[in-house]
């Protein structure tokens, strides 16, 4: 069974551009998050998606967004690209019935010089 | 609102020595408790989980934990560490229910294994 696949792998993009990264679940999970892990900062909660609504979201301003499509997989959108957005981006996946337990992928790494 | 606190930044331990990675949480409601390790350049890997029952866990690798909760703790212990243990060892909590999968972390503790 596949686990949760991410790409791209890495991402370099230049300030005030936008980034896309791309997550797609293990088979049968419903629910996606998105985690960032920056130098000094830690594991940080980003945004939550289950059944294609988004249902939670942690502390991060609102061009940080996303979606989650039909087929559960899921979508992160970094707009107006700050230095400080330089970082691990983590997709975990879940569902109720796998044990109150999510996944998480490899991750995207993205740099903004 | 949880909080999490690993007290050690940084383990060095010989090889086949024993080790534990010590982590204590705050919050006002039931939680469930995870530990994950990443390796470089990795994601993160579950090592175990504490959700309810038996307050002993046991997980992959020969890591096990124990919830206290009287002491608000869920220290990760190995009796015999390999080379192959070093990584960064994450502590997690979340509050349960369907909020499962929203978790707060520690600051990560790095287990580094010296021949």
């Known amino acids: 069974e596949a686990g949760v696949t991410q790409s791209p792998t890495h991402l370099i993009k230049t300030r005030g551009q936008q980034a896309t990264l791309r997550c797609s679940p293990i088979?049968?999970?419903?629910?996606v998050y998105w985690y960032q892990q920056a130098l000094g900062l830690g594991l940080q909660f980003l945004l939550w998606?289950?059944?294609?609504?988004?249902?939670n979201r942690g502390n991060f301003p609102p061009r940080f967004s996303g979606r989650q499509f039909p087929n559960y997989s899921s979508e992160l959108n970094v707009n107006a690209l700050e230095l400080e957005d330089s970082a691990l981006y983590l997709c975990?996946?879940?569902?109720?019935?796998?044990?109150?337990?999510?996944?998480f992928g490899e991750g995207s790494w993205l740099t903004v010089v | 609102a949880q909080s999490v606190t690993q007290l050690d930044s940084q383990v060095p331990v010989f090889e086949e020595a024993p080790v534990e990675l010590r982590c204590n949480y705050s919050?006002?409601?039931?939680?469930?408790l995870f530990w994950y390790v990443q390796y470089p350049n990795q994601g993160l890997q579950l090592l175990l989980k504490?959700?309810?029952?038996?307050?002993l866990v046991k997980g992959i690798n020969g890591f096990e934990a124990e919830f206290n909760k009287s002491q608000t703790s869920f220290h990760l212990r190995k009796p015999s560490v390999h080379i192959s243990d070093t990584a960064e060892y994450f502590c997690?909590?979340?509050?349960?229910?369907?909020?499962?999968?929203?978790?707060?972390f520690g600051q990560g503790t790095i287990l580094t294994v010296h021949p």
């Open positions: 975990a996946s879940g569902r109720v019935s796998s044990g109150n337990t999510i996944y």
């Open positions: 088979s049968g999970h419903t629910s």
């Open positions: 998606y289950d059944e294609g609504e988004e249902r």
């Open positions: 919050s006002s409601v039931s939680v469930y």
């Open positions: 504490y959700l309810s029952g038996s307050t």
């Open positions: 997690a909590v979340s509050a349960g229910g369907t909020s499962y999968g929203k978790l707060t």
